[in-house]
């Protein structure tokens, strides 16, 4: 590996703006990979790095890049719930329906975690499938129930998927629904929500 391409990928990772932007002029590879095959970019992402992301943005890095891991900066984003990030990352058109490991799109993520206004953003500024289905066999409405604590958060966000058309009979891979998870937990207001 080239040094400047080392120099990028440390600048990324600590959020070092004026360093991302001093190895790009440089001529570091904007697509440079580190041991984990992640990007300078992902590495930005990964740590809300915002202004380094936006360095990088503007010199072409690509959103929807995997790691070994099969996350991207634009996947990331739903693990972080990071709207400015996704601000950043929206305008360089990311694959909306690019995967990670699990199968899950950038709102699953952020649906298990509560990351309530990310969701908001995502459901309001994208034509992300609500409906996409993750390899587990779940999509966002479930995994805000089955992995979410039944809280304000998680219930806010299955108002927000409903609302965007979430399709509340859609069942897991057992064929058990939202509304059946919701009432073994216990969760009586999200399983409310879903009558």
């Given at each position: 590996?080239k040094a400047?391409?080392?120099?990028l990928?440390?600048?990324a990772r600590?959020?070092?703006?004026?360093?991302?932007?001093?190895a790009?002029?440089?001529?570091?590879?904007?697509?440079?990979?580190d041991?984990?095959?992640?990007t300078?970019?992902?590495?930005?992402?990964?740590?809300?790095?915002?202004?380094a992301?936006?360095?990088?943005?503007?010199?072409g890095?690509?959103?929807?890049?995997?790691?070994?891991?099969?996350?991207?900066?634009?996947?990331?984003?739903?693990?972080?719930?990071?709207?400015a990030?996704?601000?950043?990352?929206?305008?360089?058109?990311?694959?909306?329906?690019?995967?990670?490991?699990?199968g899950?799109?950038?709102?699953?993520?952020?649906?298990?975690r509560?990351?309530v206004?990310?969701?908001?953003?995502?459901?309001?500024?994208?034509d992300?499938?609500?409906?996409h289905?993750n390899r587990?066999?779940?999509t966002?409405l479930?995994?805000?129930?089955?992995?979410?604590?039944?809280g304000?958060?998680h219930?806010?966000?299955?108002?927000?998927?409903?609302?965007?058309?979430?399709?509340?009979?859609l069942?897991d891979?057992d064929?058990?629904?939202a509304?059946?998870?919701?009432?073994?937990?216990?969760?009586?207001?999200?399983?409310?929500l879903?009558?």
């Open positions: 590996m400047v391409d080392r120099q990928l440390d600048a600590a959020g070092d703006a004026a360093a991302v932007r001093a790009v002029e440089a001529g570091a590879n904007v697509e440079a990979r041991t984990e095959l992640r300078p970019l992902l590495l930005a992402s990964l740590g809300n790095h915002v202004e992301a936006r360095v990088l943005v503007a010199a890095a690509d959103v929807d890049a995997q790691d070994a891991r099969q996350d991207s900066a634009w996947l990331v984003t739903g693990v972080t719930g990071s709207v990030m996704l601000r950043v990352l929206l305008p360089a058109g990311p694959d909306l329906r690019r995967t990670n490991r699990f899950g799109v950038s709102h699953i993520p952020a649906s298990e509560g990351h206004v990310y969701v908001r953003e995502v459901l309001a500024v994208t992300i499938d609500v409906d289905v587990l066999g779940w966002a479930l995994e805000a129930v089955i992995l979410g604590d039944g304000p958060a219930q806010e966000i299955v108002r927000l998927l409903l609302a965007a058309g979430a399709d509340r009979e069942a891979g064929g058990v629904s509304l059946a998870h919701a009432e073994r937990r216990g969760y009586a207001e999200i399983a409310e879903l009558r």
